[in-house]
């Protein structure tokens, strides 16, 4: 079946060192049909209490010209053996919106993830953010903060790891991160995207990292698609050659599990379906 892997970060991203080539010949050796580039632009700095982190965060500051050149080039240089997308992975905040408007719209984007990493001018993946409240407390911020970004920037086609926070918590998720306790809020976001006429993207990195659920968790995937929400991506969110397509397989039967029969990639900011039809390849993706 078609298998397509459509949120990757090469050394374009602050995060990652891999040449975008060898993520390519990985993908092509693991017989994808698609992938997308989705390099990562978190343009507000969060303040992190001055830690020396601090002074990082400006790699994730995307130089989109140069990203832009060698993803064409090879393209073209694949075209043929597998189809290549140019995306961007935007990291959003209400403070950023007018700039994150201008790099949506300022580049001829395949495919754009919007995503929340930054919280109240921390970055959850530091336990400042955590120390600013009760892990409750604080994951229930996410997906406030998550609802206040949709609401001030929404030229995305979908919705990025939406709990992505939960990774993170000291201590772990178990017990804290439960669907109900935020079902309200999580319900106001998935109703803006199906309103909106925006997606959500199933994030196999949490399969990657040992969690039993994907970003989104089995509940919400089925919360959307019991309010009407249709369009889904995958995505590994790989940032190096070998996570490239890992867990994709889960990926889609868990899709399937949770009512969905199609999953989309996007090119020119427009979706295109393709069935899920399982078991797909038993290669090991
Ligand atoms: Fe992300």
Same mark, same amino acid.
């Given at each position: 079946m !078609?298998?397509?892997? /459509?949120h990757m970060h090469s050394s374009f991203s602050g995060d990652s060192e891999e040449p975008m080539e060898n993520m390519i010949l990985k993908a092509i050796d693991l017989g994808l049909s698609e992938i997308c580039f989705t390099e990562h632009e978190d343009r507000i700095l969060p303040v992190n209490s001055g830690r020396k982190e601090e002074l990082d965060f400006r790699c994730f500051w995307l130089d989109v010209p140069p990203y832009m050149e060698r993803l064409m080039k090879l393209r073209d240089k694949y075209s043929g053996r &597998?189809? /290549?997308g140019f995306g961007i992975e935007i990291g959003m905040d209400p403070e950023g919106a007018d700039h994150n408007y201008a790099v949506a719209s300022g580049y001829p984007f395949d +495919?754009? &993830?919007? @995503?929340t990493h930054y919280v109240d001018g921390y970055d959850v993946y530091y336990k400042d953010y955590w120390k600013q409240g009760s892990p409750e407390v604080q994951m229930g911020r996410y997906f406030e903060r998550t609802l206040e970004n949709i609401r001030s920037f929404n030229d995305f086609d979908v919705l990025g790891h939406i709990? +992505?926070?939960a990774r993170y918590i000291p201590g772990g998720h178990e017990g804290v991160y439960t669907f109900d306790r935020y079902k309200e809020v999580i319900d106001g976001i998935l109703t803006f995207l199906i309103e909106n006429g925006k997606g959500l993207e199933i994030n196999t990195k949490a399969l990657r990292v040992g969690m039993k659920e994907p970003h989104p968790s089995r509940d919400i995937l089925r919360r959307y698609r019991e309010l009407g929400g249709s369009v889904i991506t995958i995505g590994s969110d790989a940032h190096s050659a070998g996570e490239v397509g890992t867990f994709i397989r889960d990926a889609l039967i868990i899709l399937k599990e949770c009512g +969905? @029969?199609? !999953?989309?990639? +996007?090119s020119g900011r427009r979706f295109s379906a393709h069935k899920i039809e399982l078991p797909c390849s038993e290669k090991d993706i």
């Open positions: !078609y298998l397509t892997d /459509v &597998i189809k /290549v +495919f754009i &993830i919007g @995503s709990d +992505f926070a +969905f @029969s199609e !999953y989309m990639t +996007f």
